[in-house]
């Protein structure tokens, strides 16, 4: 099955740094790719997701890039404020929307 | 836009009785999906659904574990008996075939 690999587990930066968080992928069929923010307490809300056809996409402060020679997608936060203090999950799915495998998570602190 | 709905959101109970934990999923989605969340293993899926067809329950840790998704607009997963290893959060997901995942708010599942 997908193996699913995220670093670092945790990240603290201060306000207004970059946070970068990567993930690698087994299946080179994968064609998904997510990332979910969960909040202490709270549901795994979806921020951002890339197809496999697609090498980079930016929302704003947000952006993730796709690797998929390397099998590897990484997620970019610029300009972090407290409030993205989370855990940030990456998801792999292999058959377009339905089943996602997910990493381990990293909990990213950022300080004022 | 009610969202996924499940209930309860906490439940405590004692070793061996019987559990059973409710999905609302969004109308008019046809895929749902139901996860266990622990500290050890992350977020793992346990039986996903489409068009209330239960399609990959290979993530059900054993035979202790149901569900079910009679109509469209409700599943169930149940646990009987519960041992203390099932206190996790338990969360409930549904998609529109070519569209993301949305997470319910889960329910926190003690066994004592």
């Known amino acids: 099955g997908e193996n699913v690999e995220q670093h670092p587990s945790t990240l603290s930066v201060q306000e207004g740094d970059s946070a970068v968080i990567k993930c690698t992928y087994s299946?080179?069929?994968?064609?998904?790719f997510p990332w979910y923010k969960q909040e202490l307490g709270k549901r795994p809300q979806l921020i951002i997701d890339?197809?496999?056809?697609?090498g980079e996409k930016k929302d704003q402060r947000i952006a993730v890039t796709l690797n998929k020679t390397a099998k590897h997608f990484s997620l970019h936060i610029t300009e972090t404020q407290p409030e993205d203090s989370a855990v940030y999950f990456c998801?792999?799915?292999?058959?377009?929307?339905?089943?996602?495998?997910f990493g381990k998570g990293t909990m990213l602190l950022v300080s004022p | 836009d009610a969202g996924v709905i499940q209930s309860p959101r906490h439940e405590v109970t004692e070793m061996g009785q019987e559990v059973t934990l409710r999905c609302k999923p969004i109308?008019?989605?046809?895929?749902l999906f139901w996860y266990r969340q622990t500290m050890m293993r992350g977020l793992e899926l346990l039986i996903y659904f489409n068009n209330n067809v239960p399609i990959d329950d290979s993530g059900m840790p054993e035979d202790r574990f149901s569900a079910k998704m009679p109509n469209a607009s409700f599943s169930t997963l149940k646990i009987q008996p519960s041992e203390p290893r099932d206190s996790a959060v338990y969360f409930c997901?549904?998609?529109?075939?070519?569209?993301?995942?949305?997470f319910g708010d889960g329910t926190r599942l003690s066994i004592l």
């Open positions: 299946d080179s069929a994968s064609n998904y």
């Open positions: 890339i197809r496999s056809n697609v």
């Open positions: 997901a549904s998609s529109l075939s070519d569209q993301p995942q949305h």
């Open positions: 109308s008019g989605h046809n895929s």
């Open positions: 998801a792999v799915s292999n058959s377009g929307y339905s089943t996602l495998t």
